[in-house]
C-alpha cells in the first residue's frame, strides 16, 4: 500500500517515503506505551493523526497574487463536531469576474498553493476563490479535519455565491465530495445556515483524491507500533470525537436525478494517493471524466500547465447554473 499521510483525510503529517524504514526509538516507545497504557497510546495516535504540519511561510510570488486580490476578508464558522463547540474565521480571497470558481486546498496546504489557477481562470472569465481551511494558513482553530474542511467550503460558498465549480485536491477533494452531499448531518453550524443540506455546484474537479481515506488509518497506526487489538477502539473514539463516521469519507457522487459532472485528475507517478484511488472514483461516478498524468506526482500536479488549461477548459464547458 502506498503511503497515505499526506493524502488521507485526518492525515497528521505528509511523507512520501514507502519504502520499509526500521522502527526509531519514537516507534519502540509508542510500541511500549500501547503494552501498558493502551488508552493513552490510542489518545496520542489519534492526536498525532489529527493534527497538520505547521503552514510554510508565503512565497514572494504568493505574497504578490494575494496581495492583488480582489477582495479579502473573513467568514465565520461554527462548528460543533462530536459535541465540541467551536469558532473559526476562514480567511479568503477573491479575484472577481465572472462565475465562480472555489479552491480548497489539501491537508497542510493553504489558498495561495492555488497560485497556478489564479491567472488562467480570471483571464476565461471567471471568479477564483481560495480559502485556507480551519488550522490552516491564516484560519486559526483548535481542530480540523475533513468534516471541517467540508463545513469551510459550504461557509464560504454561502457568503460569496453560488459555485460554478469546485476544485479540491487530496484531502480537499475528499472535502468537496462530502460538501455536495450535505456534510456531516447534524455536526456543523455556520453563522447563517446549517451544514446538513447539500452543497449546490456545476461541477467539481477531485485533483489527487483517495477513494477511501478511513483504508489507511489503520496502516498510520500499524507504522507507529500500535497494535491491532486496538485499531477498533481507537477508531471508534476518533469517530465519537469528530462526530463522523468513517464510511461517510469515501468519495461518491451526490444522491441526485442530475448527476454532478466530475473531472477526475491524477497522477500515475503519485506516490501518495494510489492511480487505482481514481479509478474507483470514476467508476462510481455517474457523469464523471478521468484525466490521467505522469511525472508530476501528488504535488507537481497543482502547478503543471497542462493540467490547468484542462480544468479551465472544464469549467467552461459546463452549462450555467440558475442564480434563484
Known amino acids: 500500500m502506498r503511503n497515505p499521510d499526506g493524502a488521507a483525510l485526518l492525515a497528521a503529517h505528509k511523507s512520501t517515503n514507502v519504502r520499509y524504514r526500521r522502527p526509531d526509538v519514537r516507534w ?42 480582489s477582495d479579502r476578508f473573513t467568514v465565520g464558522l461554527k462548528t460543533s ?3 465540541v463547540d467551536e469558532e473559526c474565521r476562514l480567511h479568503v480571497a477573491v479575484w472577481r469576474h465572472g462565475p465562480a470558481v472555489y479552491l480548497l486546498h489539501g491537508w497542510g496546504g493553504r489558498g495561495a498553493h492555488w497560485l497556478s489557477y489564479i491567472e488562467p481562470l480570471v483571464s476565461a472569465g471567471f471568479t477564483a476563490v481560495v480559502l485556507d481551511a480551519p488550522l490552516h494558513g491564516e484560519s486559526l482553530a483548535e481542530r480540523t479535519s475533513i468534516v471541517h474542511f467540508a463545513a469551510a467550503l459550504s461557509a464560504v460558498v454561502e457568503s460569496v455565491g453560488p459555485a460554478r ?14 460538501a455536495l452531499r450535505g456534510g456531516s448531518p447534524g455536526g456543523t453550524q455556520r453563522d447563517v445556515g446549517t451544514m446538513g443540506s447539500e452543497l449546490d455546484a456545476g461541477g467539481v474537479v477531485l485533483i489527487g483524491a483517495p477513494a477511501n481515506p478511513g483504508e489507511f488509518f489503520g496502516s498510520f497506526l500499524r507504522r507507529l507500533g500500535v ?48 492511480f487505482d484511488d481514481a479509478e474507483r472514483i ?43
Open 28 to 69: 519502540a516507545s509508542f510500541q511500549l506505551l500501547g503494552l501498558l497504557a493502551p488508552a493513552m497510546a490510542g489518545h496520542l495516535a489519534a492526536k498525532r493523526f489529527l493534527t497538520p504540519p505547521p503552514p510554510r511561510p508565503l512565497s514572494g510570488r504568493m505574497a504578490s497574487l494575494l496581495a492583488r486580490a
Open 81 to 83: 463536531l462530536g459535541g
Open 165 to 178: 465549480l469546485i476544485v479540491g485536491h487530496s484531502a480537499g477533494a475528499v472535502a468537496c465530495a462530502l
Open 227 to 274: 497494535g491491532e487489538r486496538l485499531h477498533q477502539a481507537i477508531r471508534s473514539d476518533v469517530e465519537r470525537r469528530y462526530g463522523f463516521r468513517w464510511d461517510d469519507l469515501i468519495v461518491r457522487p451526490p444522491d441526485r436525478s442530475a448527476p454532478v459532472p466530475a473531472l477526475v485528475v491524477h497522477d500515475h507517478d503519485d506516490l501518495e494517493v494510489a
Open 282 to 324: 470514476v467508476r462510481c461516478w455517474p457523469k464523471a471524466t478521468l484525466f490521467g498524468t505522469s511525472g508530476l506526482g501528488h504535488q507537481r500536479i497543482l502547478r503543471d500547465d497542462r493540467v490547468v488549461r484542462h480544468v479551465v477548459e472544464f469549467a467552461r464547458e459546463l452549462e450555467p447554473m440558475s442564480q434563484s
